[in-house]
């Protein structure tokens, strides 16, 4: 089993910047990609951002490339997400995942294609 704790968010006011960060722990080298996803109310689970196993290769939502950046540290088992020029439909909450698909090369961008999660941390930006 891997476990998935998020930290990093609060709230922030339109334009602002937050870090979000994950800390993974148990069977880590079960792990490859990794991502980021977030959930507003009333809305489906929605992917933000992805990245691959050596973190060579990442993907972005059309809604936040520019604004995100995803990152990890696998020597330290952590996976962040630095957002700036927050918007307040950026509000949700925020979900680290990680997929077991032994593939090093592809940021996931699906729900399918993760099977472990965190447990959310809320991100609100007031306009």
């Known amino acids: 089993q891997v476990q998935l704790v998020e930290s990093g968010g609060g709230l922030v006011q339109s334009g602002g910047s937050l870090r979000l960060s994950c800390s993974s722990s148990?069977?880590?080298?079960?792990?490859?990609?990794m991502g980021w996803f977030r959930q507003a109310p009333g809305k489906e689970r929605e992917c933000v951002a992805g990245?691959?196993?050596?973190?060579?290769?990442?993907y972005y939502a059309d809604s936040v490339k520019g604004r995100f950046t995803i990152s990890r540290d696998s020597a330290r088992n952590t996976l962040s997400l630095q957002m700036n020029s927050l918007k307040p439909e950026d509000t949700a909450v925020y979900y680290c995942?990680?997929?077991?698909?032994?593939?090093?090369?592809?940021?996931?961008?699906?729900?399918?294609?993760?099977?472990?999660w965190g447990q959310g941390t809320q991100v609100t930006v007031s306009s």
């Open positions: 990245i691959n196993w050596t973190g060579g290769n990442t």
């Open positions: 995942a990680a997929s077991d698909k032994a593939d090093y090369f592809t940021a996931h961008r699906t729900l399918e294609d993760y099977v472990y």
């Open positions: 148990g069977r880590t080298s079960s792990t490859y990609g």
